[in-house]
């Protein structure tokens, strides 16, 4: 699975869009991006993934390049809740073992 | 909530015993894979298991050992524990290896002393 770099933390004002970098400029046609998150002292919880199109769901969106070397997860309106440390990570979907690689994540604090 | 159930929630050992921790999937998963999360990092594989089968591996050594149930429960045992296994065990359960989300408990916090 192709590695992945964020930034180690950064900050986001209650309300406001919450928008988190990944570089993934090794990836390979045939992996995905996902993204997960951990609430601190909870296990990680699945947010969205995406191929190459752009990607919603009701917790976020995913826009990935056209040359998919990097994406951004985006929480519109971010609350306090939001607040974790969210994992990009990129792997092949239907692989045997269906391992999760994480690398050290974001870690977002959302501020009122 | 995932419906993914894990005990106990803390644990404390003494180096050189054995522990063994539990995890319950959620309903209609066939697949549990365990990680370990050392303090400020980010969660590595140890092993999944699909159908009561070990269906891959990390970089973890033979004392890390587990079991899966018929009824798709499964143990994390760990032999002869070191200082450097203190860390968040979870599980996480997944209606099968070719899907793309997995499911996590909330973990087991284990200290070794």
């Known amino acids: 699975d192709a590695k992945t770099t964020q930034p180690t933390s950064m900050d986001c004002a209650e309300g406001r869009a919450a928008n988190l970098p990944c570089n993934h400029s090794?990836?390979?046609?045939?992996?995905?991006v996902y993204w997960y998150r951990q609430i601190h002292s909870q296990g990680p919880q699945y947010i969205i993934h995406?191929?190459?199109n752009n990607e919603t769901n009701e917790m976020a969106s995913l826009i990935i390049t056209e040359d998919r070397k990097s994406s951004t997860l985006i929480l519109p309106h971010a609350t306090l809740r939001d607040t974790a440390v969210y994992y990009c990570?990129?792997?092949?979907?239907?692989?045997?073992?269906?391992?999760?690689?994480f690398g050290g994540g974001t870690r977002l604090m959302v501020k009122p | 909530e995932t419906g993914v159930t894990q005990s106990p929630t803390h644990l404390i050992k003494t180096r050189g015993q054995q522990v063994t921790l539990r995890c319950s999937s959620q309903?209609?998963?066939?697949?549990v894979s365990w990680y370990q999360q050392a303090l400020g990092q980010g969660p590595q594989f140890i092993f999944q298991?699909?159908?009561?089968?070990?269906?891959g591996r990390g970089n973890f050594p033979p004392r890390f050992s587990g079991l899966q149930f018929p009824n798709y429960s499964s143990e994390l045992n760990v032999n002869a524990l070191e200082l450097d296994d203190s860390a968040l065990y979870l599980c996480?359960?997944?209606?099968?290896?070719?899907?793309?989300?997995?499911?996590f408990g909330p973990g087991t916090r284990l200290t070794v002393l």
């Open positions: 090794t990836i390979s046609g045939n992996e995905y």
């Open positions: 298991y699909y159908r009561e089968e070990e269906n």
């Open positions: 309903s209609g998963h066939n697949t």
């Open positions: 996480a359960s997944s209606p099968g290896t070719w899907t793309d989300t997995q499911y």
């Open positions: 995406g191929l190459k």
């Open positions: 990570i990129v792997r092949v979907a239907n692989n045997a073992g269906n391992m999760l690689t």
